[in-house]
Structures are given as structure tokens and as C-alpha cells.
């Protein structure tokens, strides 16, 4: 297992991680899985012997049954692990119950912490903008968290470039420790996170986690054009999160995938994280797992290095279309840096 630097911090995080909100399946999270402590603490047996040492969670899954039953599962070896989780989204039906106020995020702090059974959280994640709370008043919370010791460090996620860009810039002008992470979606089905978030992470130092590599399972394999996904599959219609953006270019994604796979002995799952594992400014892709066999063959991910030519195939079936100021930008940078600049997004040849 490759281990990588966290954004501008000193820490390091395997490039495969686990994701657990398939654990509790309380909710509208039952349909991604209901794993309980027993299958839990097996599924982190294989992820230790792989050397995984990143575990994603947060408080909203299953209304903290999966921070729970991860703090069962891990119990007697919460050194090898970091454990990361996240807050802003309700936990009760207050008016306070949510957001990014001072007062729920250190409540729900406190509650994370007694539900996984620890002294501290390696990575405690803002899950969303607020656009309530004045930034000040959150990064004050985050900051006296660490200083108490309760956090080690802190991220973002689902943020626009914009939102990062000001809270990076907000924590340095008061002095607060600043995020080190973001925890983004990003997918061969979906590659909006080139647009800004990758170079603004990349710019501000923040390191990348991916959330929903396979794009919720469309990039396993299982879905081909003009068949049926098979038993517990998933009729596209039915993706909600993440939306499915074009379903000609997912197919003719899917068929690269598969052909590349079946070249080297492998998945179209494994090639899709692997394409990942390669792209700049991520540290860790987050592999989320019903069953054993499932992620035992999605780890097999850590050890498939693509050739420069299956990338370029890869790129270029599933390359979005430039969005405005982009396409204009494109045309004019190489009057400053030269040719080789052209492209604001790996793989789109300069016009």
C-alpha cells in the first residue's frame, strides 16, 4: 500500500481508504447496505492487511449507528487506524440540530467521540457549506478542538472552489489552523471536480479524498449498454446521488474500461480507481463495501499502475466539455506560459 501526504500537513493516509456508510443501514442509507459489527470488524480486518490505515465516516450515517458500530469494530486497535468523520447535517429536530455553528459543532463532537468509543478524531470534516454561520464562528469551533486535542485535523467537503478558497483564506487572516483535506466526488463518470476543486485544492494545499470513485457502482462493470444490471442492480434511472451527467458517455466509458480490464487480468473497478490513484492532487480514494469478496477485489486497485497510453484512452472517452471562463482561458494563456499550458484540464488539447 502506497502511503500519501495529506494536503500541506505531515500526515500520511493510505491512497485506498474505507468508507463505512454502508454500516447501520438506518434510513435512507438502508439501500447502500446494513453492516453490522460482526461483518464490520472482518470488513477492517482486510483493510489492515492490506494496510489500509484511513477509515471514513461521519455522524448523518444512519443517525450515528455507523459511527457506532466502527467504534465496536475497531476496538483493541484504534492505534492502527485514522479515523475520520464529519458534521453539519441534522441530528435531531431542534433548531440547532445542524449546520456549522459553534454550538452543534462541538456538541456533535463530544457525540462522535462517545459513539467511537475514543479520546480524539484524526480528521474532523465541515459536510457541507452552511451559508448560515459566519465562517469566523465555525473555524474558531474547529480551531479550539484542536487546540483542546479532541481534533487533530480538519476538512471540508462538497464545497465550491470559491467556498475553499475563502475559508483557507479566512482561517490564515484570524490565525486558526487551517483544513488539510477536502472530500470530494469525483469519477470517470464525472470529472466536474477538474474544473476548480482539484486546482484550487492543489493551490491551497488540500489533499483530495474521493467519495464514490465508481459513481455509486455505474463503473463496476455490471452496467452495459443495452443490458440489464442483473439481480441487485440498479436501473440508471434510479441514480440520485451521484446524478448521472451522460449516459452515452458513461456506456462508452464503461466499454474503455472493461477492454483495458480484460487486457490485464483485472476489473473495470480496479482500472476506475486506478485511473484515480494517478490523478493529480489526490491523496486517497474511499472504497465503500457491502461484502468481503467486493472489497478484497476492489484493493486490488493499490497495486494496477495504467500505462500512459490506457490513461490517455481513459481521458479522452470521458472528457467533459470545457465550461465558461475555461474554454476562453485555454485559448489565451500560452501567451504568458507557453504551449504546454494550453490545458486547463488534463487531457483537452489546446485549440
Not at 59 to 83: C, D, H, K, W
Given at each position: 500500500?502506497?502511503?500519501?501526504?495529506?494536503?500541506?500537513?505531515?500526515?500520511?493516509?493510505?491512497?485506498?481508504?474505507?468508507?463505512?456508510?454502508?454500516?447501520?443501514?438506518?434510513?435512507?442509507?438502508?439501500?447502500?447496505?446494513?453492516?453490522?459489527?460482526?461483518?464490520?470488524?472482518?470488513?477492517?480486518?482486510?483493510?489492515?492487511?492490506?494496510?489500509?490505515?484511513?477509515?471514513?465516516?461521519?455522524?448523518?450515517?444512519?443517525?450515528?449507528?455507523?459511527?457506532?458500530?466502527?467504534?465496536?469494530?475497531?476496538?483493541?486497535?484504534?492505534?492502527?487506524?485514522?479515523?475520520?468523520?464529519?458534521?453539519?447535517?441534522?441530528?435531531?429536530?431542534?433548531?440547532?440540530?445542524?449546520?456549522?455553528?459553534?454550538?452543534?459543532?462541538?456538541?456533535?463532537?463530544?457525540?462522535?467521540?462517545?459513539?467511537?468509543?475514543?479520546?480524539?478524531?484524526?480528521?474532523?470534516?465541515?459536510?457541507?457549506?452552511?451559508?448560515?454561520?459566519?465562517?469566523?464562528?465555525?473555524?474558531?469551533?474547529?480551531?479550539?478542538?484542536?487546540?483542546?486535542?479532541?481534533?487533530?485535523?480538519?476538512?471540508?467537503?462538497?464545497?465550491?472552489?470559491?467556498?475553499?478558497v475563502k475559508i483557507m483564506a479566512t482561517a490564515?487572516?484570524?490565525?486558526?489552523?487551517?483544513?488539510?483535506?477536502?472530500?470530494?466526488?469525483?469519477?470517470?463518470?464525472?470529472?466536474?471536480?477538474?474544473?476548480?476543486?482539484?486546482?484550487?485544492?492543489?493551490?491551497?494545499?488540500?489533499?483530495?479524498?474521493?467519495?464514490?470513485?465508481?459513481?455509486?457502482?455505474?463503473?463496476?462493470?455490471?452496467?452495459?449498454?443495452?443490458?440489464?444490471?442483473?439481480?441487485?442492480?440498479?436501473?440508471?434511472?434510479?441514480?440520485?446521488?451521484?446524478?448521472?451527467?451522460?449516459?452515452?458517455?458513461l456506456y462508452d466509458t464503461i466499454e474503455e474500461?472493461?477492454?483495458?480490464?480484460?487486457?490485464?487480468?483485472?476489473?473495470?473497478?480496479?482500472?476506475?480507481?486506478?485511473?484515480?490513484?494517478?490523478?493529480?492532487?489526490?491523496?486517497?480514494?474511499?472504497?465503500?463495501?457491502?461484502?468481503?469478496?467486493?472489497?478484497?477485489?476492489?484493493?486490488?486497485?493499490?497495486?494496477?499502475?495504467?500505462?500512459?497510453?490506457?490513461?490517455?484512452?481513459?481521458?479522452?472517452?470521458?472528457?467533459?466539455?470545457?465550461?465558461?471562463?475555461?474554454?476562453?482561458?485555454?485559448?489565451?494563456?500560452?501567451?504568458?506560459?507557453?504551449?504546454?499550458?494550453?490545458?486547463?484540464?488534463?487531457?483537452?488539447?489546446?485549440?
Open positions: 500500500m502506497e502511503y500519501r501526504q495529506l494536503g500541506r500537513s505531515g500526515l500520511k493516509v493510505s491512497a485506498l481508504a474505507f468508507g463505512t456508510a454502508t454500516f447501520g443501514g438506518v434510513g435512507p442509507l438502508a439501500k447502500w447496505g446494513a453492516t453490522e459489527t460482526a461483518q464490520a470488524r472482518r470488513l477492517l480486518d482486510i483493510c489492515l492487511e492490506a494496510g489500509i490505515n484511513l477509515i471514513d465516516t461521519a455522524n448523518a450515517y444512519s443517525r450515528g449507528r455507523s459511527e457506532e458500530i466502527l467504534g465496536e469494530a475497531m476496538a483493541g486497535r484504534r492505534e492502527r487506524l485514522l479515523v475520520a468523520t464529519k458534521v453539519r447535517f441534522r441530528m435531531g429536530e431542534g433548531p440547532n440540530d445542524l449546520g456549522l455553528s459553534r454550538a452543534h459543532v462541538v456538541a456533535q463532537c463530544e457525540a462522535s467521540l462517545m459513539r467511537l468509543g475514543t479520546d480524539r478524531i484524526d480528521l474532523y470534516q465541515m459536510h457541507q457549506w452552511d451559508g448560515l454561520t459566519p465562517l469566523e464562528e465555525t473555524l474558531e469551533a474547529f480551531d479550539t478542538l484542536t487546540r483542546a486535542g479532541k481534533i487533530r485535523y480538519s476538512g471540508i467537503s462538497n464545497f465550491a472552489g470559491w467556498q475553499l490564515r487572516a484570524m490565525g486558526f489552523v487551517p483544513p488539510v483535506a477536502q472530500q470530494i466526488y469525483y469519477s470517470l463518470e464525472s470529472r466536474d471536480a477538474e474544473y476548480e476543486l482539484l486546482p484550487a485544492g492543489i493551490d491551497q494545499g488540500l489533499g483530495a479524498l474521493i467519495w464514490s470513485p465508481l459513481a455509486g457502482g455505474l463503473l463496476s462493470g455490471k452496467y452495459r449498454r443495452g443490458k440489464a444490471p442483473g439481480e441487485g442492480g440498479r436501473h440508471l434511472n434510479d441514480w440520485h446521488e451521484p446524478p448521472l451527467s451522460d449516459e452515452e458517455r474500461l472493461v477492454a483495458i480490464a480484460d487486457g490485464r487480468g483485472a476489473s473495470a473497478a480496479e482500472v476506475a480507481l486506478a485511473w484515480l490513484l494517478g490523478r493529480q492532487g489526490v491523496a486517497s480514494v474511499i472504497l465503500g463495501a457491502r461484502t468481503e469478496d467486493q472489497l478484497r477485489r476492489n484493493l486490488g486497485a493499490a497495486d494496477l499502475v495504467l500505462a500512459a497510453a490506457e490513461r490517455e484512452r481513459l481521458d479522452r472517452v470521458s472528457l467533459p466539455r470545457l465550461i465558461y471562463p475555461h474554454w476562453h482561458q485555454q485559448r489565451t494563456i500560452p501567451d504568458r506560459l507557453g504551449p504546454a499550458a494550453a490545458s486547463l484540464i488534463e487531457g483537452h488539447p489546446a485549440e
